[in-house]
């Protein structure tokens, strides 16, 4: 995923309210503010409270509610429209009134729910990499050049990862389509690097940050200061076979980069976050690719009116972008979390404030998107095959696996590194582990999978990706975070699935034969 620790949440005990895709939903909130207005219960034209903090919010509406009178609801409880999606009734709003949502909510007629993407004031980004990245040298790159052998790119020695799923072998049959674009959603992606120029579209590309695609040229490429992340990401999904540095996984396919982490601090808010969803779906991309979780809070529960208005909205975003034939691929985190289990200990959230620790209930309190219905839910491994050491995990919630790296299960590689080698910006490659890094290696073996069956649902997609994943078992160990081999007794199995596996580990042969 794309942060870099975990955690947020200021309220308490979550309720399980189940997620509902359906605009018709109308949960019961109880009416924590008088609407705005006179003893009619009617909106007045009295002047909305100005002196609070300006806050960003999602407001999702009924079925039959018009945008055109929601933008109407927002403006006289002190609102400014930043965007609208009609197509999924979400629109998106700033306000300093202190009572804005609460003010919108009772509107039962109009809105499902309301609630701020951040606990902190806006300003003039997280992902779920595990620690940071170490550059590659020019003696280790000479070292690995020095090994290659014909067909193999100069850095594909190293890439320990492309053969755990056989993806090198897959690239001597197809390398994939140009006519499948993989759309990276995260830090921003450096196009001009030689081993992503040739597979960029920048067609396909934007700045969603502040909720508002943002297509000017370059908008998608990291902020000056900002993070290798995105990058990294697309080299491991896409990175050409042209005699330069590394093979990608899906070396033929296109990949798009649509930034939505914030300048400074690479949070990923809300409404940025459904805005790549939409602008995803609106542009053909097929697959997305999605190793983040949304800020500010690492578990949404859906007891609390914000965060439950998070959910909604960004569930009916990849809903949408399903229907739309986009597949989802996201992270499923860096905490070493059971996201199967009763009860986790989220001491990180809110990430964008002080953090206020709470247990939470994994099963009503969602991270998001990795959570969400219909999304590929991915852990890691190392080159050993064990789950890597901080890989959240869970029976019945990770659906595939995929090669994420572990600094303990050290391969035979020229340079002895069990992180993933990919491309930073500047035209430079790296090392990165996390969850991050295993997300790619799934979109880009969906994204061979698509070119192979171009006619393909999104759910057929994920069907095909769990059937032809290479069957896992539990280990009897694995490495912990000091490096220690401990016994793996957290590991459950069950329906033909494991909790640190899922299906088994994504085979890009198959996907290509």
Known sequence: ?????????????????????????????????????????????????TTGPKLSYVANLTTYASVKAAKKAVER?????????????????????????????VQRGLFVSVGATRTAPLQTVATTEEGTTQKLSAADAAKAAATATDGQEPLEPNQWDLRAIKADQAHKINDGSPDVTVGVIDTGVDDTHPDLAPNFSKGQSANCVGGVADTTDGAWRPYPDGSDHGTHVAGTIAAARNGIGVAGVAPGVKVAAIKVSEPGTSLFFTEAVVCGFMFAAEKGIEVTNNSYYVDPWLYNCKADDDQKALVEALGRATKYAERKGVLSVASAGNSNHDLASNAIVDDTSPDDATPVPRTIDPHVCLDIPTQLPGVVTVSATGDQGFRSYYSSFGLGVVDVAAPGGDKWQVPATPDANGRVLSTVPGGGYGYKQGTSMAGPHVAGVAALLKSAHPKATPSQLQAMLKAQATKTACPEKLYDATGALVDATTCQSKWGQTGYYGYGVVDALKAVK
Request: charged letters at 10%; a positive charge; zero cysteines.
């Open 77 to 105: 409880a002190g609102g400014t429209v930043v965007t609208s999606y009609e197509q999924i009734g979400v629109v998106v709003a700033h306000s300093q009134n202190p009572d804005f949502a609460k003010q919108l909510r």
């Open 1 to 49: 995923m794309a942060h870099l620790g975990p955690g947020r949440r200021r309220i308490a005990v979550p309720v399980g309210l189940a997620l509902t895709a359906s605009l018709a939903f109308l949960p019961s909130v109880a009416a924590s503010a008088a609407p705005l207005g006179n003893t009619a219960g009617t909106a007045a034209a009295a002047k909305p409270d």
